[in-house]
């Protein structure tokens, strides 16, 4: 038999209370017109009650809910590019064949306003990665991406990343990345459709790195003005970046 939940319970019981001590005051005061006129009175109100509660302060502070959750998600973001996303950007980079132009984008045309952000997402959306798996150092790729293993993992465990599917789906191609080339022993002799397995997987995990990239700039520069000047700076598709400022 299914037990019923004790909301129930304390809602009726609640409710008897309230009808047991209206019967005492008519018994009192014998005055239904008084009972019935602040009755009506209360629950006239709870209608507006509920607006203010449910539409206004609700929403309100859900509003601040999430601010204060997508902080701390790109308090998690920045450790990520910090530790792994900045240095794999490079790595992977060695493997897309037309990487002039994407380094053309991202480095001299881009002056990092909101319109350039903007056109950047939207080719990004067409942009033809050509990625050769053997174009690149896989075996550097290889032992680079093993030495965050742990990293990638206490990433991935932290509950507040399923608020933001985008970046839950990078760590796993990046993560699906390490497992395909930490089980295979030599990576200098492969079959040609392994490598195309491989470029594919490295296609996918740095479209959605880059993708992530801008917008974690973006973010910095809005935010953080300073951590985004040491950013541009090391920006990770420019050949001469470095921390100096200049």
Known sequence: MKR???????GLTLMALSLIFYLIHYAVFRDSHHIFLYLIGDIAFVFIQVLL???????????????????????????FFSEVGTHLLKLFNQFDSYNDQIRKDLTENNDWSNKA??????????????IESQKGDLLALRVFLQGKREFLLALLENPNLLEHEAFTELL???FHLTEELSFREDLRQLPDTDYNHLSVDIQRAYHLLIVEWLAYMRHLRDSYPYLFSLAVRMNPFNPNASAVVK
């Open 4 to 10: 019923i939940p004790w909301k129930i319970y304390l």
């Open 53 to 79: 509660v449910t539409m206004i302060i609700d929403q309100l502070l859900s509003r601040r809910e999430k601010r204060s959750l997508l902080n701390k998600l790109n308090m998690v973001i920045g450790a």
């Open 117 to 130: 952000f903007s056109n950047m997402n939207k080719r990004l959306k067409d942009y033809n990665h050509h």
């Open 172 to 174: 796993w191609a990046v």
